[in-house]
């Protein structure tokens, strides 16, 4: 199995778990996830964005503070803006925090049930799936010095033809090239490729 039919394949099992939403952020970075997922109901969304809640969040306070998995109800963490009441009040009633990784390179999610708490079972799966996660996206290390040319030259404005040229390479070789430094970024698109091998600093 590829990695990105894996990672949709651990995001459709954490789905069931959640019928009213959740919140992956994969590999915190300077503040930012290098991969997010969500599935939270629109208004709640636009609601936790417009009131610049991630930064008040107690669930992500909590993230950066310990690993581990924490229900919402017993969260050790003060909540001053009633951030998740307000949660409950939009149908998020119960939640489960999970936090994994180190520091520099931290998961932190929130699972919802709209009727019921998360049992210990489904905690453990929960966990151990986002674990998974986490391990699969790791960013990698380094790329190969043909993925790192390939990807220069994109960069540098070259169309496929004349990039190929560049190298002394046909333009089959080159496609292949880029399609390699994709899956090695498990990036969708070569823009999203090159995006990450700046993000990681590999080019």
């Known amino acids: 199995m590829s990695s990105r039919a894996e ?3 651990a995001l459709q099992k954490l789905k069931k778990f959640s019928p009213t939403g959740y919140f992956i952020g994969l590999h915190i970075r300077f503040a930012a996830p290098l991969m997010q997922f969500q599935t939270y109901p629109e208004e709640w969304s636009q609601r936790y964005s417009e009131r610049a809640y991630a930064l ?7 993230g950066f503070s310990t690993t581990g998995t924490c229900r919402w109800s017993v ?10 009441q307000d949660a409950a009040d939009h149908g998020l009633a119960y939640g489960l925090a999970v936090s994994h990784g180190p520091m520099q390179s931290r998961t932190i999610a929130c699972f919802t049930h709209n ?9 453990e799966t929960i966990s151990a799936t986002l674990w998974r996660l986490h391990e699969i996206t790791e960013p990698p290390e380094s ?7 390939a990807l220069r030259c994109i960069a540098e404005g ?3 033809a004349a990039a190929a040229a560049k190298l002394g390479i046909t333009e089959s070789a080159f496609k292949a090239r880029l399609i390699s430094a994709r ?20 080019l």
Do not use: C, G
């Not at 009727?115 to 489904?122: G, I, L, V």
């Not at 790329?143 to 040319?149: M, R, S």
């Not at 498990?186 to 990681?200: G, H, S, V, W």
């Open 7 to 9: 990672i949709n394949a």
């Open 56 to 62: 008040r969040d107690p669930t992500i306070a909590w």
């Open 75 to 84: 969260l050790p963490v003060p909540d001053p803006f009633s951030i998740l």
């Open 115 to 123: 009727k019921r708490e998360f049992t210990d079972d489904e905690i």
């Open 143 to 149: 790329l190969t010095k043909a993925q790192q040319e």
């Open 158 to 160: 070259d169309r496929h």
């Open 183 to 202: 899956e090695r970024l498990m990036a969708r698109t070569t823009a999203e490729a090159l995006q990450r091998a700046k993000e990681y600093r590999l």
